[in-house]
């Protein structure tokens, strides 16, 4: 039987410093995504981890993507000779003839888990996908990385609170929270149902779980026929927040495509990138074909900005997709991230700020124009960005004086996607015919 990877491995390869020193090329041969090791490493900088975490975390993650079968002891002196790491792969074959004897057979590395994880985990089991680690946690929703058993492929599961997505409508304001969460669930599953485009993330399929796991799909085939599944919530006085147990312990499940990274990730560590004319051209134009698509199907996104503009690295080529659909700005600020990078700002338009009800696909336009303005421009802090989009909201173009000076060739398309007037934006059609 192979010998899988377990804790006394990573004791081992601690003895190695020049594996300890090229840790970040031993995570690239191991597979391991970009977007992993930007968390990892900002871990590591501020303190948060130690180099037995991250040699830790790299075998896991390796196991998690390859399996107990394939990623064996003798797999991983393979890929460490590969890299040229030979006193690493050395100690690790010594350590192997030394407890070949005395230990018949070794566990391997657990993936812990908390509570919370676990409920999500045995809810996924049942749909036969594995949790391989939670990748982000925002307000009212969780985005897992998972493992298919039927075909193999890895995706990433968003599982949404609906106690708490109207708990924070409600609260936020929206008139009829129960209304607008009908709206976003029947986006959702628009999206899944549309053909794919190479620019917008893929969504496989989307399910509820807990307790009004039946009546929610349900309602959902039938929305004109049936009452509404949650009765107290909407004869509740509008200045009462009412969330019933029921609310609170259901779920809604979204299948996506698992990408590598997103924009405001991938400009933290390529900062050289901020400014280059081609870099942003052909981020842009991704962009722009993605929610065209999205737009002739009638859909508003109306939530773009960095952390939702995801990509896939594959060499020197950046595939660009739109994710992250049906949340809306009438919610301000309801899916935080944790960290307080850019991405987590608001990139929205003067009509959404503001609240209009009426606002048209001209509003993701404004919220692209603010996108490109940060790929063409290094700003020193996230405040210094914080004011800046809000005096462009505003009407107020200085950076975009600056902009013309520095590029001039985008000055003007840029321009005209930040107008305050939403009909005089371009479409997503006419604003690629510009570039």
Known sequence: MAEPVNLEHIKVLLQDTTFLNEWKQVSDALGI?????????????????????VIQWMLETW?????????????????????????AA???????????????????????????????????????????????????????KVRSIFDNKEYAIKRISVGQFLLLTKTSGAADAFEFFSKFMRE???????????NIVAYREAWFEGTLQQTLTEWLRRPESMPPPTPVL?????????????????????KMELMDTNLSQWYEL?????????????????ILCGLASIHGRKIIHRDLKPNNILLNLR???IIVKIGDFGLSREMPAVDTSLTMQVGGRSFSSPEMERGDDDYTFKTDIFSVGLIVLVT???????????????????????????????????????????????????????ALKSL
Request: aromatic share 4%; with cysteine.
């Open 90 to 144: 050395d100690l690790l074959k010594d350590f192997s003839k030394r407890s070949a004897a005395s230990t018949p057979q070794t566990r391997p590395i657990p993936i812990e888990m908390s509570t919370q994880d676990n409920a999500a985990s045995e809810g996924m089991q049942q749909r036969n996908l594995v949790v391989l680690e939670r990748l982000d946690q925002g307000t009212f929703s969780e985005v897992f």
């Open 315 to 317: 060499g020197n080529e």
């Open 234 to 254: 909407k004869d509740a006085p509008k200045r009462q927040i009412v969330v019933t147990e029921a609310e609170k312990n259901t779920f809604m499940c979204i």
């Open 188 to 198: 959702v599953l628009v999206m899944a149902k549309l053909p794919e485009h190479p």
């Open 376 to 430: 063409l421009h290094s700003f020193a802090t996230a405040k210094e960005v914080e004011r800046t989009l809000d005096d462009v909201r505003r009407g107020e173009h200085g950076i975009l004086d600056r902009i013309e000076a520095t590029h001039q060739r985008q000055y003007g398309l840029l321009r005209a996607m930040l107008s305050r007037k939403p009909d005089q934006r371009p479409t997503a059609e006419e």
């Open 63 to 87: 196991r998690g993507r390859n399996g107990n079968e394939v990623a064996t002891v003798a797999k991983l002196i393979s890929v460490l000779e590969s890299e040229d790491l030979r006193n």
């Open 270 to 286: 390529h900062p050289d990138r901020i400014g280059d004319f081609e870099t942003t051209k052909t981020i842009t134009k991704q």
């Open 33 to 53: 995504p970009a977007r992993d090791l930007f968390s990892m490493n900002s871990k590591l900088n501020s303190g948060n981890a130690t180099m037995y975490d």
